[in-house]
Nanobody
Framework: QVHLVESGGGSVEPGGSLRLSCTASDEFPFADRCMAWFRQAPGKEREGLACSCTGGRRTRDDAIPGRVRISQDNAKNTVYLEMNSLKIEDTAMYYC??????????????????????WGRGTQVTVSS
């Protein structure tokens, strides 16, 4: 059974930075999968931020240009989301999602939340002064 576990959330002041981690279980190897980061603020829809497939061979992280970057450590089966210049409106629950690699996923766009079948429980990011 595939498991995704996020970590790295917390409270940060405006202008600060965070790096979120998502570690996948061994049943979900990097060579065969796509991983994505989404966030959801109270009262808002889940928003795609970045995605990466097959260990970084195909990525998109242009949802928030210049402030979000996705990276991976394939040896650790982990995907990261680096965020900088954080704003109060970045406050949200951040989720890691995944699915098996297939054409069209994480290609021209990150994909909707419904495009990914595996989800972590999320990690809260709160930006406040």
């Amino acid at each position: 059974q595939v498991h995704l576990v996020e970590s790295g959330g917390g409270s940060v002041e405006p202008g600060g930075s965070l790096r979120l981690s998502c570690t996948a279980s061994d049943e979900f190897p990097f060579a065969d999968r796509c991983m994505a980061w989404f966030r959801q603020a109270p009262g808002k829809e889940r928003e795609g931020l970045a995605c990466s497939c097959t260990g970084g061979r195909r990525t998109r992280d242009d949802a928030i240009p210049g402030r979000v970057r996705i990276s991976q450590d394939n040896a650790k089966n982990t995907v990261y989301l680096e965020m900088n210049s954080l704003k109060i409106e970045d406050t949200a629950m951040y989720y890691c999602a995944g699915d098996w690699n297939r054409p069209g996923l994480c290609g021209g766009e990150i994909g909707s939340a419904g495009s990914y079948q595996y989800w972590g429980r999320g990690t809260q990011v709160t930006v406040s002064s």
